[in-house]
C-alpha cells in the first residue's frame, strides 16, 4: 500500500509539473508575441498568423481566432496521438491564446524597432514554445501539422519544419496586406525563434544512446521499436562481472525529446532497470543525419 501511495504521489508530482512548465511556457510565449512582435506587425507563424492576417483585416482578438481556428485541427488530430499529447496541447494552445489577448489589454509595447522586436521578440516566443515542446505538449494548431509530418521526416529537426510551413504563411501576409517590409522582419524573428526552439528542445547535441539493463529486455525492446519512439534496438550479450549472470543490454540511440517517452516506456515495463544515457556527439543513419551529405 505504502509502496502504491509512493508511485500515485510521484505521478500526481510529475503531472502537476508538467502543466506547470505548459502554463509557464504559454506566458513566456504571450510575451514575445504581445509586446514585442505585434506592436510591430511582425507576424507570428503557424495559425497565429493566420489570426493576425484576419485581425488585422477584421479586427477580432487575436487569441479568440487562434483557439476558433484550432478546433477543427485538433478534431482531426485526436486519431493520430494520444490523449495525453493533445489534452496537454488543447491547454497549452488555450492558454497561451488567452494570455495574448489578456496581455493586449494592457497596450504595454516594449520597443518600436522592428529589428530589435523580430530577433528579442523571436527568441522569447521560441524559449516559451520550446518549453511546452519539451514536455511532451505543442501550441496546436502548425505544430500538430509539423508533428504528423515528422512522422515521416524524423531526420529534419521539429523547427526547421515549423520554420518552412512559416514562411508561406508570412508570404500570404505579405501578399494579401502588401508590407512587404514587416514580412521581411517576420522572416528574422521565425529564423529565430525556429533556432532557439530548436536549442531547447534538442539541446547542444540532439541524440543520445541509451543502454538499458533490464530482466525484460524483450518487453523494452518491442516497446521501442513499435511504441512512441520507434527507434531501432540492437541486443548486447552482457554478464555481471561478480554474479556471472547473463543479462541482455539494450542499446539504442534516440532524439534528446525522447528521453521522457523512454523513461515512460522503462518505469511501466521495468522499475528496477539500470539505464544509463549519454550525449551523442554525431549520429548518421536512419532518423539522424545522412552520412553521404557529409562534407
Known amino acids: 500500500m505504502r509502496q502504491n501511495s509512493k508511485i500515485a504521489e510521484n505521478k500526481g508530482l510529475r503531472i502537476f509539473l508538467k502543466y506547470f512548465i505548459i502554463v509557464l511556457g504559454s506566458f513566456i510565449y504571450a510575451v514575445g508575441f504581445q ?15 493566420i489570426a493576425m492576417i484576419i ?8 487569441g479568440v481566432l487562434t483557439i476558433i481556428i484550432n478546433v ?7 486519431k493520430h496521438f494520444g490523449a495525453d499529447f493533445m489534452i496537454s496541447s488543447f491547454i497549452g494552445m488555450a492558454l497561451s491564446s488567452a494570455v495574448v489577448d489578456i496581455f493586449a489589454a494592457t497596450d504595454i509595447v516594449l520597443t518600436n524597432e522592428p529589428m530589435l522586436a523580430g530577433i528579442i521578440g ?5 524559449t516559451g514554445l520550446g518549453i ?10 502548425i505544430d500538430i501539422i509539423a508533428k504528423m509530418l ?8 521539429f523547427g526547421t519544419i515549423v520554420l518552412i510551413i512559416d514562411v508561406f504563411i508570412i508570404g500570404a501576409y505579405a501578399l494579401i496586406l502588401g508590407n512587404y517590409d514587416s514580412s521581411m522582419y517576420s522572416i528574422i524573428a521565425m529564423f529565430v525563434s525556429s533556432k532557439v526552439v530548436d536549442l531547447v528542445v534538442y539541446g547542444i547535441d540532439n541524440a543520445s544512446i541509451c543502454y538499458i539493463i533490464s530482466e525484460k529486455s524483450d518487453l523494452l525492446a518491442n516497446d521501442i521499436i513499435s511504441g512512441p ?16 549472470h547473463q543479462k541482455h543490454v539494450i542499446m539504442c540511440v534516440i532524439k534528446r525529446t525522447q528521453i521522457a517517452e523512454l523513461k515512460r516506456i522503462v518505469r ?7 539505464v544509463i544515457v549519454t550525449d551523442a556527439k554525431s549520429v548518421f543513419g536512419n532518423g539522424f543525419d545522412n552520412i553521404s551529405e557529409v562534407k
Do not use: C, Q
Open 122 to 126: 523571436g527568441a522569447i516566443k521560441g
Open 72 to 78: 477543427p485541427l485538433f478534431i482531426v488530430a485526436w
Open 132 to 141: 511546452i515542446y519539451y514536455v511532451g505538449a505543442s501550441t496546436g494548431g
Open 35 to 49: 509586446f514585442f512582435m505585434y506592436p510591430n506587425s511582425i507576424v507570428s507563424g503557424g495559425v497565429v498568423g
Open 150 to 157: 515528422r512522422k515521416r521526416l524524423a531526420h529534419i529537426n
Open 55 to 62: 485581425n488585422y483585416i477584421s479586427n477580432l482578438p487575436v
Open 268 to 274: 511501466k515495463e521495468d522499475e528496477n532497470a539500470f
Open 229 to 244: 519512439i520507434k527507434r531501432g534496438v540492437t541486443i548486447l550479450n552482457g554478464e555481471g562481472a561478480y554474479s556471472h
